[in-house]
C-alpha cells in the first residue's frame, strides 16, 4: 500500500537545510537537487548565468539548490525531469503531449524552489529581510495550498475535475528571436514563465485554470501560430497582470481515505461568493505591466496607452483578430 500522508511544513515553518523539501525527512546537509534541472542548465548553458532573488542578491542558476532526500531525487524528481527533456526535445507538440499535471508539477518545482531558498533564508535569525514572506499570513495560507497540490510529485493524487493551474504554450518565430532561455516568476502573484529554445511556456499557479478560461480567445488565436518575441512578451504581460489582479485563493479537500486506496482524490472549492474573482482591472496597471515586459524594445507607457480605451497591442489588430508580425520595425 502506498503512503499517502502529505507533509506540511507550513505547520511549523519547517524551512530548514536539513528536511527534504519535498517530504520532510532529516537529511545531510550535503543531499541536495538542483531548482533547475541539470539538463536544463547544461542545455541552455546556465551555471554560472546570474539571477536576482526577492531579496535583491544576486545568484546563479547553479548556485540555486535545495535540500532532498535520495528516494524523493531518485523515485520523483529525477524521472519527471527526464521526462520533461524528452519532450521538451520535440518541440512545441511534445510538451503539448505531456500530462498537463506532470507540466503543472516541472513548472511547481522550480517556482516552489525558488520560494524555499528565500524561506531558508528568512529562518535565519540574524538575517532581517526587507520584505519577509514568512511574515505575511495571507501568502503563507496560498503557499500552504499551492504545497498540497505539487506533492503530487511524491504522493499519487487525483484532481477531481481541475488542474490547479493555467498553462499556456507558444510558439516563437525564430526570425528576430535571440535568446534561448529565459526565465521569469513573480512570487507573490504565482505567475511564471520559462523560454526552451523555440517554446515558451507561461503558467499561472494556483488558479484552478481560471485565467487560461478568461484567455481561452486569445490563447486559441496564437494555436499554430509563430509569434515574434514581441508579441511573446504582450501574452506575458496580459496573463501576469491577470495573476495579479486574480483574487481568490482556491481551498482543496481530500476525500476520505479508505484502507486499500492508492491514491488521494481532491476536491477544490472557491469561493466566489464574498470575493470577487478578479479584482477590477485598472489600465492604467496593465500599462505599466506591458511596458516592463517590453523593456528589451523601449516602449513606453505613453505610447502604450496613446488610445485609452485600446491599449497598443502587437499580438491583435483593430478588429481584435492575431495579427501575423514577422519582423518589428519600431
Ligand atoms: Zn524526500
Known sequence: MSDLTLYDPFERMQFTETNCFLCGTAISPALRTPVFGE????????????????????????????PCCALCQTHYILPLEAEVEQAAAQGIAGLKG??????????GKMYYGTLVTELIKEMNPFME????????????????????????LRVPMVFSDFIPCSLFLLEVNALEDE??????????????????????????????????????????LTSGQQLHPIQVAEFK???????????????YFIRPVKPDDDRLV???????????????????AYAHMLEEMLKP??????????????????????????????????
Open 39 to 66: 539538463w536544463l542548465q547544461q542545455k541552455y548553458n546556465l551555471k554560472e548565468k546570474e539571477l536576482l532573488l526577492l531579496d535583491k542578491s544576486v545568484a546563479t542558476f547553479g548556485d540555486l539548490t535545495i
Open 98 to 107: 505531456l500530462e498537463e499535471q506532470k507540466l503543472f508539477q516541472w513548472v
Open 129 to 152: 529581510p526587507q520584505y519577509a514572506v514568512s511574515e505575511d499570513p495571507k501568502m503563507l495560507g496560498r503557499f500552504g495550498s499551492f504545497f498540497q497540490v505539487l506533492q503530487s
Open 179 to 220: 535568446l534561448p532561455f529565459e526565465y521569469q516568476d513573480e512570487l507573490t502573484s504565482m505567475a511564471f514563465s520559462i523560454k526552451l529554445g523555440s517554446v515558451v511556456m507561461v503558467c499561472t499557479l494556483l488558479d484552478n485554470g481560471i485565467i487560461r478560461r478568461a484567455m481561452a480567445k486569445l490563447y486559441a
Open 237 to 251: 504581460a496580459r496573463v501576469f497582470y491577470a495573476a495579479y489582479i486574480f483574487n481568490v485563493v482556491p481551498e
Open 266 to 284: 481532491l476536491d477544490t472549492l472557491i469561493d466566489d461568493i464574498r470575493n470577487e474573482i478578479f479584482n477590477p482591472w485598472d489600465m492604467k
Open 297 to 330: 524594445w523601449d516602449i513606453r507607457e505613453q505610447e502604450i496607452l496613446r488610445n485609452p480605451a485600446m491599449p497598443l497591442s502587437f499580438l491583435l489588430d483593430d478588429k481584435n483578430q492575431f495579427q501575423v508580425l514577422e519582423r518589428f520595425h519600431k
